[in-house]
């Protein structure tokens, strides 16, 4: 699937987007995948509470399944207007 | 309804004009600007806005379509720029046109609060002495989503 970032998530990681092969069965699963990856990932990764996920462009959960889902997004909340 | 995503400044006169022409019947055209506001002392240089392509447009078209909903409006426009915007660049623009202005401001406001915390867009503060902020989420913007909720709501 398709995994973005966006603002200090894309900052940190490094890239705006990757193609990720996964099997994970829900965000939090994937989460953890990608933390375990490299420090960059586990930084950006260390404070749920401080982002929000997108799946399929639709604002999500954390808990979401990723059953069918082909484009995720990492992000801070949100600051337009 | 028009939303409109883009890079180029507008004319906030001839939008504004063109929104009210093209309604009919129409006893009231509300209408809110947002400006790039200077940081206190002078140290902004300028905002960035990153914003989500795809996601962004979708946003905005289910609050607006939720504001149609929820009010007896006659038409609503949102124009939301991104990229790098300098102080005192006109930022964002909501247009609402009703019958009677109670509905036209009330849906103007909740356009207003939706796409502060409900639209994917994410500023960047460039300071004139080096360095950038991010701009953090505030909690009041959140806790203002509370006063339209108790009915359905839009894109949360």
């Not at chain 2, 140290?43 to 806005?49: C, F, N, R, V, Y």
């Not at chain 2, 720029?81 to 009330?106: C, N, S, Y």
């Amino acid at each position: 699937m398709d995994v973005l970032y966006f603002a200090w998530v894309r900052e940190r990681i490094g890239l705006p987007r990757e193609q990720v092969e996964t099997s994970a069965a829900t965000v939090a699963d994937l989460v953890e995948e990608l933390r375990a990856r490299e420090e960059r990932y586990a930084a950006a990764f260390s404070d749920l509470s401080a982002l929000r996920v997108a799946l399929d462009q639709e604002l999500s959960e954390f808990d979401a399944s990723l059953e069918g889902v082909r484009e995720v997004a990492f992000f801070p909340p949100m600051t337009g207007g | 309804m028009r939303i409109s995503v883009q890079e180029a400044a507008f004319e906030l006169g001839a939008e504004s004009d063109a929104f009210a022409a093209g309604v009919a019947n129409a006893g009231a055209v509300v209408t809110f600007t947002g400006v790039v506001r200077d940081a206190d002392q002078g140290g902004l240089q300028a905002m960035e806005i990153e914003h989500y392509p795809g996601m962004t447009e979708r946003a905005l078209t289910a609050i607006a379509e939720e504001a149609m909903d929820r009010w007896s409006l006659a038409d609503t426009l949102v124009i939301h720029r991104h990229g790098r915007l300098a102080p005192g660049e006109r930022i964002m623009m909501v247009a609402t046109a009703a019958r009677h202005r109670k509905d036209a401001f009330e849906a103007a406001e909740y356009l207003m609060d939706y796409l502060k915390s409900r639209a994917p867009f994410w500023k960047k503060e460039i300071l004139s002495g080096g360095g950038a902020d991010w701009v953090a989420a505030k909690d009041a913007d959140e806790d203002a989503l509370k006063r339209w909720q108790g009915g359905k709501s839009p894109a949360s």
